[in-house]
């Protein structure tokens, strides 16, 4: 049974997760629908992603934003994609498989690809969504739970991913933890994509 604090972690984390802050003039959107990736970018990530591809991805403004450290890959969070049009990530519900389109509802996309290791990764991914393992809210890596980062590093345990620590607002250090920079600043990952990059 999870304690009094962690179910209400878990109560206000999910909420911020929701929360679009729009600074001029001031306003708050619970659930906002409008996003920088548009049809054309979405379907060119359809055709070139290849299952065992790490897919990360941003919102800009929204609350949790300013809280997660996203360092030099400007990203948030992270999922596997495992085939079929389908992303396995880990949310506030838990381990789940979703729409690759869905999961492009966002503003900012990049696209890793590792250098070993598609075929345990993505029957890694599906078992975690399969098994909905519960999200960790604590972001404490072990057994169990998964916050997003960890549950996709979980998917690569010979790729050398390691936990780092980045700029929380720019001037606190973050717990070190799975961030997207372990996928993103990783040798073991190619930039297959990234908007406003290289590619976008």
Not at 81 to 97: F, L, P
Not at 116 to 131: F, L, P, T
Not at 154 to 163: A, G, Q, V, W, Y
Not at 178 to 194: C, G, K, R, V
Request: glycine share 8%.
């Amino acid at each position: 049974m999870d304690s009094y604090w962690y179910r209400l972690k878990k109560a206000i984390l999910t909420v911020f997760g929701d929360i679009k802050i729009f600074l001029g003039p001031l306003w708050i959107v619970y659930q906002p629908n409008s996003f920088r990736i548009k049809g054309t970018e979405t379907r060119y990530i359809s055709d070139i992603v290849k299952p065992g591809d790490v897919v990360m991805r941003a919102y800009i403004n929204y609350l949790d934003g300013y809280f997660i450290p996203k360092g030099i890959s400007k990203c948030s969070h992270s999922g596997l994609y495992v085939g079929d049009g389908k992303v396995v990530h880990s949310i506030a519900e838990g381990a789940q498989e979703i729409d690759l389109i869905d999961f492009c509802r966002t503003d900012r996309l990049v696209v890793l690809r590792p250098n070993g290791g598609q075929d345990n990764a993505v029957n890694h991914a599906k078992m975690c969504a399969d098994k909905n393992i519960p999200y960790d809210f604590n972001f404490e890596p072990g057994p169990g739970k998964y916050y997003c980062h960890e549950l996709t590093a979980s998917c690569f345990p010979s790729l050398d991913i390691r936990p780092l620590s980045r700029k929380i607002l720019g001037i606190i250090d973050s717990p070190v933890a799975y961030l997207a920079d372990s996928f993103y600043t990783n040798p073991n990952f190619e930039i297959i994509y990234e908007t406003n990059g290289r590619n976008g």
